[in-house]
C-alpha cells in the first residue's frame, strides 16, 4: 500500500474525544496531526497513546522563538518519537538552522516542516507588521529560505503548491490544509480545494479536519478521500 498522505486533523478538547476518533480509523490508512489545544489539555500522553496505537503523528505547535529555546523543543519532539513537527519560518536562518540541526540529531529524525505566512493574514496585516510583500511573495520568499536551512517543507495552502513544488523541487514536502472533498462542507474554509486538486497541484500530504472527523463513519470518510486521491491520473 503506498504511503498515506491524509493527515487528520485532531481539533478537539480533550485527550479522550481524540483517542475516541482515533480509535474509529485504521493507523495504516492516514496520520494524525495534534495541535496546541488538544497537546495543552493532554499532551505528551496522548501523543504517545496514539502512536501505540501504530498512527504517525505530526505535531503542529509551531515553534517559534530564540534558535535555543526551539532547537530544544525540536530535540523533545523528536525523542517523543513524532513523524512530523513544524516551526515558523519567520523566526529566522538561525532558529531554522538549529531546529533542522536538532532534528537531524535525533534517533529516528521527523520530519521538520515550516510554516511560511499564516492564512489568516492578508496584505494589509503584513504591511502593518512592516513587511513590504505580498502575501504570496512572503511565502515564497520563506519557502526558499526554509530549504536552504535544511528543513524538509513547508506547510502551504494548496493553491501555492503549483508554484512551489516547480520553485522548490521534488522531495521538498508540501502540507496543505485547507481542503475539502468535492461536495462537502466548507465550513470556515475560504480558499478551499478538492484533495484531487491539491494533490494535482503537487501536494504531498492533505490536512483534513472536520469532513472526516464529523462524518458519521469518519473511515468511510477517509478512504473515499483516498479513492479520490488514488485516481487523480483519470
Ligand atoms: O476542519 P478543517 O479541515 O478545516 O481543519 C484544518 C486543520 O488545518 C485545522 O487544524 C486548522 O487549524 C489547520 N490549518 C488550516 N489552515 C491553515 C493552517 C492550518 O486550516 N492555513
Given at each position: 500500500m503506498s504511503e498515506p498522505r491524509v493527515i487528520v486533523a485532531l481539533?478537539?478538547?480533550?485527550g479522550e474525544a481524540a483517542a475516541g476518533l482515533a480509535d474509529r480509523?485504521?493507523?495504516?490508512?492516514c496520520r494524525l496531526k495534534v495541535g496546541k489545544e488538544l497537546f495543552t489539555r493532554a499532551g505528551p500522553t496522548l501523543v504517545e497513546a496514539l502512536q501505540a496505537r501504530g498512527f504517525d503523528v505530526f505535531?503542529?505547535?509551531k515553534f517559534h522563538d530564540i534558535p535555543n529555546t526551539v532547537a530544544a523543543a525540536c530535540r523533545a519532539a523528536a525523542r517523543l518519537g513524532v513523524w512530523m513537527l513544524n516551526v515558523h519560518a519567520s523566526g529566522g536562518r538561525r532558529m531554522l538552522e538549529q531546529a533542522a540541526e536538532a532534528v537531524r540529531g535525533a534517533a529516528s529524525p521527523p520530519l521538520l516542516v515550516g510554516v511560511t505566512?499564516?492564512?489568516?493574514?492578508?496584505d494589509g496585516d503584513l504591511r502593518e507588521l512592516g513587511?513590504?510583500?505580498?502575501a504570496p511573495e512572503l511565502v515564497r520568499r520563506l519557502s526558499a529560505l526554509a530549504q536552504a536551512c535544511g528543513l524538509d517543507g513547508v506547510v502551504c495552502s494548496a493553491r501555492e503548491a503549483a508554484l512551489l513544488r516547480a520553485e522548490r523541487?521534488?522531495?521538498?514536502r508540501l502540507v496543505t490544509p485547507g481542503i475539502r472533498p468535492a461536495g462537502s462542507a466548507g465550513d470556515d474554509q475560504r480558499r478551499i480545494m478538492t484533495p484531487r486538486q491539491a494533490v494535482a497541484a503537487g501536494a504531498d500530504y492533505l490536512v483534513i479536519g472536520r469532513p472526516i472527523?464529523?462524518?458519521?463513519?469518519p473511515q468511510v470518510a477517509l478512504e473515499s478521500v483516498a479513492r479520490e486521491i488514488a485516481h487523480r491520473g483519470s
Open positions: 481539533d478537539f478538547d480533550s480509523l485504521k493507523p495504516g490508512s505535531l503542529d505547535l505566512v499564516l492564512t489568516s493574514l492578508d513587511y513590504a510583500e505580498t523541487g521534488e522531495g521538498f472527523t464529523r462524518a458519521e463513519d
